[in-house]
């Protein structure tokens, strides 16, 4: 049976703005204020999704949040209807505020962690929504972000939904991009790699001193334990502390692999060599091959690799069994990044291709290709049982293209988000877009 790994990229939010509110994560804070365009936006994220589906990949889309989230704004004492309430906490508190507007939901890496039937107890797909407890604009996303999920994987025969883990910092939890799986063939049973930023209960293992690590050690556990993986199956690696200082807030800013490969710096992990002898020891146990390609710090610095984004790409594997690496504009304008990857793809090793892809928006925001994807493995099965209007296809794209063009703004100032009416402009154009993409009623206002 063929087995596909479908991206299902994150579409971008009406109310995308700067609001630096990811400390930690040094592009979200050094563009913080800046004038924002949604539309450009959510049209640049569209253009890529397209773009892979053309070049023969499955691609699929996963919808926003609505926002403001007024329900969180309530929650914090604001009363009245939902223009009072609106109104009140930008003359109270507006950073709490801006922090309930935020469309950081479109990096749905960070949705929820997903091991696919081939590698799990029941021979289910299990889905854990992630807490993303670190940041409060993030940690209220997950109720909405399961009831999508549960939307698009409808199946009970095929697909296993979990609740977040406890919402505490113990169990701090960022989803996909703090896991990987390796694997010889999709539709095979695989390795899935856990990478955590510091341990909950154990003081021996070191943490950074400048920045949060947001995955626990525990966390990864917990997800593993839930999705029936077996021990032979996973490996967790600590990520370095000191990359995590330098503004590396999850793994995908420094590593990123696919199929049999790891594609990392040299300083992303810590216990490097005894890490990758236990992949590879693992692997081979499934039939695979892995391998890994180290990218020198003498060549790219950890900050070029932050400020360029090089490892927050998409690494795709083709027909003919090379693999293509998306990356952002970003990695071209910085001169020892593409001096390194236009010496990467000419060495002759599995990257043969590099494609970029003009993301500016997103980038600036502090999110790159692999930010705005999650990946989901399927077999043929699987694959039918999921919710069609999810699935992109050139209709798809014309329709999401003209909806995007009808209801978000090319302009946001965090000055715009006290006006009630934005919140109308999201909810009319997120209720249009539930019957575009036949997920039903999954948002609050239309559940409440």
Known sequence: MKSFEVNFDGL???????????????????????ASNPKEAALQGLEKMKALMDMGFVQGVLAPQERPDVGALRSLGFIGSDAQVIQRAAKQAMPLLVASCSASSMWVANAATVSPGADTADG???????????????????????????????????????????????????????HTRFCRDYGQPGVEFFVYGRSAFDSRYPAPQ???????????????????????????AQQNPDVIDQGVFHNDVIAVGNGELLFHHQDAFLNTEQMLAELHAKLAARGGNFQSISVPRDQVAVEDAVRSYLFNSQLLSRADGSMLLIVPEECRSNPRVWQYLQGLTAAGGPIREVKVFDLKQSMQNG?????????????????AAVNPGVIMTPALYDTLTRWVNKHYRDALRESDLADP???????????????????????PFQIN
Request: charged share 15%; proline share 4%.
């Open 421 to 443: 009416q934005l919140l109308l402009e999201c909810r009319t154009a997120l209720d249009e877009l539930t019957q575009i993409l036949k997920l039903g009623a999954v948002y």
């Open 12 to 34: 971008v939010g009406p109310t995308h703005n700067y609001g630096g509110l990811s400390f930690g994560n040094v592009a979200s804070q050094s563009n913080s204020q800046q």
């Open 210 to 236: 400048k920045y949060p690590a947001r995955q626990t050690l525990e966390a990864s556990q917990a997800v593993a334990r839930l999705h029936g993986l077996s021990e032979e199956g996973v490996v967790f």
């Open 367 to 383: 999110g790159g290709p692999a930010c705005l994807r999650l990946r989901v493995a399927l077999n043929e099965t699987e694959l």
């Open 124 to 178: 289910r797909v299990h889905f854990t929504a992630a807490n993303l407890n670190c940041k409060f604009h993030r940690s209220i996303e997950h109720p909405t972000t399961s009831r999508v999920l549960g939307a698009m994987f409808a199946d009970p025969q095929h697909f296993a939904h979990h609740g977040a883990l406890p919402a505490v910092a113990q169990f701090g939890d960022e989803g996909a991009a703090n």
